[in-house]
C-alpha cells in the first residue's frame, strides 16, 4: 500500500495516517480471491473439507464485503472506519 491522503485524517499532515482503523475493499478483495482459490485447489486434491471451509470463508467475506464497504450513496465501495462506524473513503 502506498501512503496516499486516502488514509490520512489530515491530507497535508504523513503523521496523521490512520490505517489500523480501516477495513478496506482492496485488501478484502485480495483476501476473498485466495480464499476462492484455496477452495479450488484442495478441491483438486481431494480435500473435500478443506475445500468447504475456504469456499464457507470466501463467501462470508464476500456477504461482509457488501454490507461494511458498499455505500449506497456513492454507489461505490470505500474504507470503513471502525471507530466511526462508517464509510469514509470512496475514491
Not at 500500500?1 to 478496506?24: A, M, P
Not at 478483495?29 to 475445500?51: G, P, Q, R, V
Not at 470466501?58 to 471502525?82: M, Q, V
Amino acid at each position: 500500500w502506498d501512503f496516499s491522503s486516502r488514509w490520512l485524517e489530515d491530507s497535508k499532515d504523513l503523521k496523521s495516517i490512520y490505517t489500523l482503523d480501516l477495513v478496506t475493499p482492496d485488501l478484502n478483495a485480495l483476501l476473498w480471491n485466495t480464499e476462492n482459490l484455496l477452495s479450488e485447489i484442495y478441491l483438486l486434491i481431494n480435500d473435500k473439507e478443506k475445500s468447504e471451509e475456504y469456499s464457507i470463508r470466501a463467501e462470508n467475506r464476500k456477504k461482509a464485503i457488501h454490507k461494511y464497504l458498499w455505500s449506497d450513496e456513492f454507489k461505490t465501495y470505500g474504507d470503513y472506519h471502525i471507530t466511526k462506524q462508517k464509510i469514509v473513503n470512496t475514491n
